[in-house]
């Protein structure tokens, strides 16, 4: 079975500051997504990595895939309110079902 | 990117009854997927539902508990029967994009079974 954890499982920080959230699996996938999901709402899809090594920046989100495709990491530059939430890893092998992580809760204060 | 809704957006059940949740696509997709999401927890997939075949699901769920259809290529729905206050959850609807395994999701049903 293919695991994906991530940390922290929650984090509570100030407006302004800068955080990251990582993902790790034992598995080498194809693919790797991030999601955010609101409350009320379903997961709304952030970014998908596919090449070991790859980073993409989305404005203050910066996503990295590792060399070996096993593991991610989402870095928030200056954290704003409005990037409270639900962050999930998902990845999947080569065109298989999708395999979420357990999930990083956060919540920035004004 | 599709445009998904799901009906009922919520609702309260008494145990031993069962609801229909239905999915519905503003465009045509050859895969869905039913998801569950229980309180303050990630996503666990119930199972995989192709127009024109059963539907195919995940270790843990079963077809007599959670029947599935597929009608057509922008509806599904996904019955949870019979049931208990550990069905309590978010139920949630997704489509398989173009590119790689990327998925798009419905605002989800919010499920209490009291």
């Known amino acids: 079975t293919q695991l994906l954890e991530q940390s922290p499982q929650f984090l509570s920080i100030q407006e302004g500051e800068n955080l990251t959230v990582y993902c790790n699996s034992s598995?080498?996938?194809?693919?790797l997504q991030w999601y955010r999901q609101e409350p009320g709402e379903g997961p709304v899809l952030l970014v998908t990595?596919?090449?070991?090594?790859e980073v993409k920046k989305l404005k203050r989100l910066t996503f990295q895939f590792g060399d070996a495709r096993k593991d991610s990491s989402l870095h928030i530059t200056a954290a704003q309110p409005g990037d409270t939430g639900l962050y999930l890893c998902a990845g999947a092998q080569w065109f298989q079902k999708l395999v979420f992580g357990t999930g990083t809760r956060l919540l920035v204060s004004p | 990117s599709a445009v998904i809704s799901q009906k009922p957006s919520r609702d309260i059940c008494q145990r031993g009854t069962s609801l229909t949740i239905q999915c519905q696509v503003d465009?045509?997709?050859?895969?869905m997927f039913w998801y569950r999401q229980q309180p303050g927890q990630s996503l666990t997939l119930i199972a995989t539902a192709n127009q024109g075949s059963e539907a195919t699901y995940e270790s843990g769920f079963v077809i007599d508990k959670f029947p599935i259809s597929r009608p057509n290529l922008t509806f599904s729905t996904l019955t949870v029967s019979n049931m208990s206050p550990e069905d309590s959850s978010i139920y949630l609807c997704?489509?398989?994009?173009?590119?790689?395994?990327?998925?798009?999701f419905g605002p989800g049903t919010r499920l209490t079974v009291l």
């Open positions: 598995s080498v996938f194809s693919s």
């Open positions: 997704s489509v398989k994009g173009d590119d790689y395994n990327e998925q798009f």
């Open positions: 465009s045509q997709v050859t895969m």
């Open positions: 990595v596919v090449t070991g090594g």
